[in-house]
């Protein structure tokens, strides 16, 4: 079946270094990609999303490129923020559905 | 831009209590769905329906009722809480299958004791 993998948490980083967060994924098809953001106490907000092989999503910095041939969709911003300091969901979407699946969440502290 | 909205945020029931999760989508979305989230497992889906009158069970339906009488709202009922239910729950709309954003409420806390 369809599954998500994320690289587990939590991820500890200096303000201004630079993120890297992985998620690999097994599907049947061509689904869709995307990452989620919850930060404290709040619900879950679309952060990018890419539809297709090689699509590029990014929104607020961040940026994930949709690597068919690696089944990859990793999540990089090149400078954190303190404010960036959340948990952030992989998911992928199967084709001609609407039921998503999570990875698990990797938490990510930034600090000053 | 209410989007979708989800009462209450914060519940605790007592263990054989029921209580019912309030979804609300102002959107016209056909497609509204729940998930549960629990620390190390991510969301999974609970129920979901593609329409007015259609439901269907997702990965963890057990001990969750569901009905869409309507477009708009589409409620989440705990019959007998146990503590397993204690979890953060999220309602979800969109148009359809296709790739389509999916959006979420902004979560209900709940515990069982």
């Known amino acids: 079946g369809n599954s998500v993998t994320q690289m587990e948490g939590p991820v500890t980083l200096s303000e201004e270094a630079f993120l890297t967060i992985n998620c690999t994924y097994t599907?049947?098809?061509?689904?869709?990609l995307f990452w989620y953001v919850q930060y404290p106490g709040e619900g879950l907000q679309l952060l990018l999303k890419?539809?297709?092989?090689?699509d590029k999503g990014s929104n607020k910095g961040f940026e994930a490129t949709y690597r068919k041939e690696t089944t990859s969709f990793h999540l990089e911003k090149g400078s954190v923020q303190v404010s960036d300091s959340a948990v952030y969901f992989c998911?992928?979407?199967?084709?001609?559905?609407?039921?998503?699946?999570f990875g698990t969440g990797t938490r990510l502290q930034v600090f000053p | 831009n209410a989007g979708v909205t989800q009462t209450p945020k914060f519940q605790v029931l007592k263990t054989g209590q029921s209580m019912t999760l309030q979804c609300a989508q102002d959107m016209n979305h056909e497609y509204m769905s729940w998930y549960r989230q629990d620390p190390g497992m991510g969301l999974r889906l609970i129920h979901y329906?593609?329409?007015?009158?259609?439901?269907d069970q997702g990965e963890v339906p057990n001990g969750y009722n569901v009905s869409r009488s309507t477009t708009e709202d589409f409620p989440l009922r705990l019959l007998s809480a146990a503590p397993s239910q204690t979890s953060v729950y999220f309602c979800?709309?969109?148009?359809?299958?296709?790739?389509?954003?999916?959006?979420f409420g902004e979560g209900s806390w709940l515990t069982v004791v």
């Open positions: 599907a049947t098809g061509y689904p869709s």
């Open positions: 890419a539809t297709k092989a090689d």
């Open positions: 329906s593609v329409g007015a009158g259609i439901t």
């Open positions: 979800a709309s969109s148009q359809g299958p296709g790739g389509n954003t999916i959006y």
């Open positions: 998911a992928l979407l199967s084709p001609g559905t609407d039921k998503l699946i």
